[in-house]
């Protein structure tokens, strides 16, 4: 250890001292300024921190400037309340002597101005300008918090603060504006991070491009191949996503600056990549010709825009001069003038330093005035690329893609092959993709193109519309052409093919144009097709001529997944969308035309791109839920649902961006940033998905090993599994098995403690109160006790029954239905207790044979029994049967007769009205008695009743 530290310490020793001589060199760059803070103290400031507020790049705001600025910047510092700016350049103008005004803006509102005489301020060189003097100025000027009051704090700090900074410089001799400059101001914070943000997207979409492509390579079987392609996360989704996002600059709306900034992370997408050797040679073959920016919706620098800043009162300019003798002339007698200039003279020998860096540079020919972000021309200078450019940046980058596409594939399978020969992998490892790399090749850089149609149509017809150089518009007519003529092509013969040689045939049908109702009170209209409703009559709104293709054998029909020759061919296409969606490629080729007409051919028309736009995103965002067209529930997810609905939210909120509706931009910023939250979610689920894509495909390369790692995952990835094999039969999945029954348990589970009646609206009714109060065994008797109701009827008899007393009749039961029969007003379940120990006692009784009667049933139909009581006024604590009357034949009892007890339970009685009022009698009931215990009785004739 210690010949270690030894041996080291010169290194160390000298790593030390560089360090220390670095510090020394910066120590020495830092320069530190004087002032005074709010409370009087002496305070030293660096001299190179950064503004609170300050300039960028600047551009020309009148066209014919008489002065030539290179350089122009203005920076607010908070700390020491000073506005710093910097003025270069040079001029024609023999001599002239200037006012110059300048003013600050925020979210389209004046916050500061300020009008000076360039003499008075310090700037030798303005005072007079003169030709062939170079102009150098570097003023500082005191401000006060009244100056800066309309200046918020949160200017300060939100990301991409709206503002700009207008220079005007006015010739003294004729009172007009002889130079107009603009600069875009900031305060630092921006969401425009392409190094970052740019980065971290572009890192996804390749891992989504590696795990799409293994997934496609890996195996020998086409269909499971294809299977567990169509479920990793489509390569076409992440470019949709990306491209929406970007492409909705294209709008020619009046942006507000943090949408423009959070756009730029994804203009790679779009192919807008900027690039300094590639600019310059598309500017030699364009030429001098850059187009109309302004008819895309864009204020262009080196134009005229008198209306930039609100405009100018000329006579205002010269009333709120300083000085209007000192105008001419400096004047030692003019004390404002001398105090305003001996204090900018003192503030700018303190300051004169050269570490001031924070100062942009003048905008390129072509692009927008700094702090204008309408159209599509204001969303590329955020990229510093003119829109004359955007097309030929495009294209090229969509060259240099597939160059680089068709390169990666071809070297994959010879570095297969290299690392085969030297046997670090096995000779049958991707054997099939590298007995087919060809086709692998080609198919690769079709699906590149067919993921690119949308961007190469959209410039392509952009360029139309922006006109410019004839040679630029040649190129995109011939590009256009190639892309559009070669891609429905291959679409329209993918469905030919499908149609011819899969067993299909074509049959005439009508679409049916059939009247509905949402939410059942907003009336609607349907298209329905006929071949579906031919058992139904409904009346329709109207009709048209259509066709229906479909199998000529539905048995025989191969399924199109199943179609290892049409996967081989068209598997680029088809895959990834469901059996019965196969088609879908071709309507979403059709569908990215509409849209690129709308974004590009309707450039300058702010209203017909939104709202023909919006209805196109609307009706595709029913239909593809409707459809549900991919295999994979993951793309599904996000183009039917979070990829429309952000289509269809971002364009309805961007109609509020018409310079027509003149709204204020602080409301503009907050609506940008509503967009800003939902695209920033749309793309976070995206880059979830992703992640969640390449585990999938990475459980979809590994599904032929025997181990698997890590194996906490193998439960997942066998879940895994079904799922895409439920998925590509296109079917609703089986309903989950029904729940086991419950066993039955085998002891008793319950048990009834008490039962009590409540009160009923009978109860009411007195004449049937005191009917159910009596006895209840006076109109139940049992004929086996008829004349022997003597002491020894109640005897028990210990005989045990023959046969179990729930399958004998018993005379007490009433056959009346249940609703007929009379009841206690309130009874308990203590009122039993009694009734089962009788019935028990009835149970063990005698089991003897009754006598055999073969009349007995015919008798038994026929039996009178004396029902009535003796009075309606009768006691009802009566208990025991009333005896029937006299001269009645009865049978001896048998040992079953002397076992009946009368129950202590109030039995159901029918409730049938007196004959009359003075009828001390009540009909008698005919009851149906079994003929196993009831004897031949023979008729009678009740006093004075007749049955």
Partial sequence: MAFSFYSRSPFVLAVALLSLFRISLAAQDIQYVQTTDAQGNTIYLRDNRRPALYTQNFGDCLGSSDVNVTRFDAAYYKDNMTVLFHLAGNTAIKNESLMMYIGVYAYGESRFDLTFNPCNANINSLCPMRAGIPIEANGIIPISQSDVAGIPNIALSIPDFEGEAILRIFANSTESEIGCFSAVITNGATFSQPESVGSILGIFTVVAIIASFATAIYGDNIPIMRRHYAHSLSVLVVFAVFQHIFFTGALSMNWPSVLVAFWSNFAWAGGMIYSEPMQNSINKFIGSNKGNTSAVGAAAAGTSNEGLGGGYDIHQIYKRALNIPGLMRRSKF??????????????????????????????????????????????????????????????????????????????????????????????????????????????????????????????????????????????????????????????????????????????????????????????????????????????????????????????????????????????????????????????????????????????????????????????????????????????????????????????????????????????????????????????????????????????????????????????????????????????????????????????????????????????????????????????????????????????????????????????????????ARIHRASWSSRDFNDHFAHERRRTASSTAPLVPDPDSRRTSQNIGINTRFTSSRESVTQRGPIPLAAGVPSRPRTPTDVDRVPSPLARPRSRNPTTSPSSPYRPPLRTLISENEVPPLEEYTAPGRAI
């Avoid at 590329?380 to 680089?404: C, D, K, Y």
């Fill in 334 to 819: 003019n004390r404002v003038a001398r105090s305003l200039e001996q204090a900018l003279a003192k503030r700018d020998l303190v300051n004169n330093t050269d570490g001031f860096d924070w100062y942009g540079q003048p905008v390129k020919p072509g692009l927008p005035l700094p702090g204008n972000f309408s159209g599509f021309a204001g969303t590329l200078g955020q990229e510093s690329i003119p829109a004359s450019n955007a097309f030929m940046t495009g294209f090229l980058w969509f060259l240099i893609l597939l160059v680089v596409v068709g390169a990666s594939v071809i070297s994959l399978k010879w570095l297969l092959e290299g690392l085969s020969r030297v046997k670090l992998i096995k000779n049958d490892r991707l054997l099939f993709f590298r007995a087919h790399w060809l086709g692998y090749t080609a198919f690769a850089l079709l699906r590149s193109m067919f993921i690119g149609f949308f961007m190469i149509v959209f410039l392509c017809l952009f360029q139309f519309t922006y006109k410019g150089a004839t040679g630029v518009i040649a190129v995109a007519a011939i590009v256009f052409f190639l892309m559009f003529v070669s891609m429905f092509a291959l679409a329209g013969y993918a469905c030919f093919y499908r149609i011819k040689f899969g067993n299909y045939v074509t049959e005439p049908d009508r679409l049916n144009l059939e009247r509905k109702r949402v939410l059942k009170a907003i009336p609607w209209y349907r298209f329905t097709r006929a071949s579906k409703h031919l058992n139904e009559e409904k009346i329709y709104a109207g009709s048209i001529p259509w066709w229906r293709v479909s199998p000529a054998s539905p048995e025989s029909t191969k399924s199109i997944h199943e179609d290892e020759d049409y996967t081989k061919k068209f598997g680029w296409l088809a895959s990834r969308f469901r059996r019965t969606r196969w088609w879908f490629f071709a309507v979403w080729l059709f569908y990215e035309f509409i849209r690129a007409c709308f974004y590009a051919g309707a450039s300058g028309h702010p209203m017909t791109q939104v709202f023909g736009l919006l209805v196109v995103e609307f009706i595709a965002f029913i239909a593809i839920i409707i459809m549900r067209p991919f295999e994979g529930q993951r793309l599904n997810a996000i183009v039917v649902y979070l990829l429309g609905f952000s289509k269809v939210a971002t364009l309805a909120l961007s109609a509020a961006f018409d310079v027509r509706f003149n709204l204020p931009r602080i409301p503009t910023t907050v609506i940008g940033i509503v967009i800003i939250v939902i695209q920033a979610i749309l793309t976070i689920v995206l880059l979830i998905a992703i992640a969640i894509g390449a585990i999938s495909s990475y459980m979809s390369v590994m599904r032929n090993r025997e181990e698997f790692k890590p194996k906490r995952w193998i439960p997942l990835r066998e879940k895994y599994f079904k799922h895409i094999d439920q998925a590509e039969k296109d079917v609703p999945a089986p309903p989950p098995p029904p729940p086991p029954a419950p066993e039955e348990p085998k002891e008793p589970y319950f048990s009834v403690n008490s039962i009590r009646r409540v009160p009923k609206i009978e109860d009411e009714d007195r004449e049937f109160i005191a009917e159910i109060g009596r006895d209840v065994n006076a109109s139940q008797i049992s004929l086996g006790t008829i004349g022997k109701h003597d002491a020894s009827s109640s005897a028990e008899v210990p005989t045990r029954a023959s046969r179990a007393g729930s399958i004998r009749s018993q005379m007490s039961y009433t056959s009346l239905p249940y609703g």
